[in-house]
């Protein structure tokens, strides 16, 4: 498997002005602090500052995906804007986790996730040859459950999984 610490990804483009690239620390600016403290976006999200994130935590995760050989935190730009993030984690040989979560709630209901889910999941099939993405959903989370049937995702039983906070079912995208 290719050690991704350190390692960007190219610019992916879903249409002129929408883009996704893997960030860095300074990516990350207030907006996205702000976002991730709102409890409409962060109440569905596994994260260890829930409702109490800084910059500096903030940071401290994006370097941290950053540094991991096997992570991908790929920042969704509409406009020029940071709206969100898709991770790829937990990457090996033939398979991937994705989470997705967009932080700036007035571009919610345009499509942005299922385009960048299905932009991702193209680039983690045919640059880095992954095979299934697997996701983490939530059955009470309405949107991500439409976002994921619309991306392509169906659930599935998986062995051996470490169980990775609430979500209820996985789901994955097999290429
Ligand atoms: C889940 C999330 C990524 C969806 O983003 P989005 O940009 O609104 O998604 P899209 O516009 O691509 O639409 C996805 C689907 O959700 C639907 N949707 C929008 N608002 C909805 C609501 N209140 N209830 C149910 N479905 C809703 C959309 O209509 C669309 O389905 P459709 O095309 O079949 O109508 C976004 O809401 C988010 O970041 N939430 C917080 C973090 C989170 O919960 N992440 C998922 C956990 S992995």
Not at 60 to 73: G, K, N
Request: glycine share 8%; proline share 4%; with cysteine.
């Amino acid at each position: 498997m290719t050690n991704l610490a350190g390692a960007s990804t190219p610019t992916l483009t879903i249409e002129p002005g929408a883009t996704l690239k893997a960030i860095q620390e300074e990516d990350a600016q207030q907006g996205y602090v702000d976002g991730l403290n709102d409890p409409e976006v962060s109440s569905y999200l596994i994260t260890p500052n829930k409702g109490n994130e800084t910059l500096e935590t903030v940071r401290s995760f994006v370097r941290a995906c950053w540094d991991s050989p096997s992570d991908l935190l790929i920042g969704l730009f509409v406009n020029q804007g940071h709206r969100g993030n898709v991770r790829l984690h937990d990457i090996d040989d033939k398979s991937a986790w994705i989470g997705i979560a967009l932080f700036d709630r007035s571009v919610w209901g345009q499509g942005w996730a299922v385009r960048s889910l299905t932009t991702v999941c193209d680039y983690a099939a045919e640059e880095l040859n992954l095979e299934k993405i697997y996701a983490g959903v939530d059955t009470r989370n309405d949107r991500s459950v439409k976002t994921f049937t619309n991306a392509g995702f169906k659930p599935c039983e998986i062995e051996n999984h470490k169980p990775r906070g609430d979500f209820d079912q996985v789901w994955v995208l097999q290429k």
